[in-house]
C-alpha cells in the first residue's frame, strides 16, 4: 500500500511548473528580440484591464509556491520585494524560489499533513484545519491560477508555446 506524501504532492509539482515558466521566460526574451517587441510591453501586458500584469503573475506564482513550502514546512515565510523589471530578473526569482524549496527538509514538509496553517492576518485571515486542505484547496490552485495566466499572457501576445512548454519536464 502507497502512503500519501505531502512532500511528492507539493514540491515536485511547484518545480516542475516553475522550471516551465523559466523556459518560457527565456523564449519569451528571445521571441521580444526577434521580433524588435519591447520588452516592456510583454511583461507589463494584462489579459484584461482589472486583471495583473504578466511580471506581477509571475511574482506571485513564485509567492505561493514558496509560501506552501514554508508553511508545510513550519518556517517563516521569506519575503521578496517584487520589484522585478526584466526577464533576466524574473528568472532569478523563479531560481531564488526553486533554491528556497530545496531548502526546506522534506520531512517538515511532511510533517506538515496534519498542521493547522494560518495566512494572511485580521479580516483577511483564512485558517486551515491541516497542511493538505491548505494544499490542494489554497496553495496548489492559486499557483496554477497565476502561471496559467502568465502563459495565456504570452500566447496570446504570439509566443509560439504550447501545452509541453506549459507541463515541462517531470
Known sequence: MTTFSMYTASIPVFKQILNSLHAILEKAE???????????ALLQFRLFPDMLPFT???????????GAAARLGGQEVPSYADTEVTFEELKARIQKTLAFMDSVPREAIEAGLSRAITTGSGERAKHFEGGHIYLFHYALPHFYFHATTAY???????????????????
Do not use: M, T, V
Request: glycine share 8%; charged share 30%.
Open 30 to 40: 528571445a521571441h521580444a528580440a526577434e521580433k524588435k517587441i519591447e520588452p516592456n
Open 56 to 66: 506581477r503573475q509571475i511574482q506571485i506564482a513564485c509567492d505561493f509556491a514558496k
Open 152 to 170: 495565456d499572457i504570452l500566447r496570446h501576445n504570439g509566443l509560439e508555446i504550447g501545452k509541453k512548454d506549459f507541463i515541462g519536464s517531470y
